[in-house]
């Protein structure tokens, strides 16, 4: 579990990249319009970063317990109840991830396959800015898949009902 972890925490740091990214596209653009000029392709890679940003930050904040939950509806149940709900609801997060995971996986290699590129000025392969998406939602299924184990298992979950993490 500790090698999902750091790969949580990896994809939180690429995510933190791709920010970093948009902004100095963001900055070049501005500074290439003063001078007269514009940067090439520069909405595309900053909507590819933010994309990535994005995707990326999923497995990071589930794994730090900052993902939007309704601890409101959990608070007013009672223990069995609360752990079966929130059993119900990892359960469901992770089907979903892990079906946007495939289907992501399935569309980048498809953009693979068929040697998809940008239809802008720099032909980039498309797969490329589209990676983020399936290793994000991947990551996240894993995270998801864990928690569930611990739900099911009867492991404690915590403050607000994140899993306690062992490292």
Known sequence: MKLLHRLATAAG?????AMVAI???????IVARLAGTQV???DDFAAWAMAASAFLALPYALHHGEHIRVTLILGRLSGGTARA?????????L????????????FVFDSWRYDEVAQGVLRVPMWIPQLPM????????ALLGERLWRCLSGQDLGEGGEAARTE
């Open 13 to 17: 740091v690429g995510a933190a990249v």
């Open 23 to 29: 902004a100095v596209v963001i900055l070049a653009q």
């Open 95 to 106: 089907a979903l991830a892990a079906w946007a995971a495939w289907q992501t996986g399935v």
């Open 134 to 141: 399936p290793i994000g939602l991947a990551l996240l299924a």
């Open 40 to 42: 090439p392709a520069a």
């Open 85 to 93: 709900v929130e059993t119900l609801a990892t359960a469901l997060g």
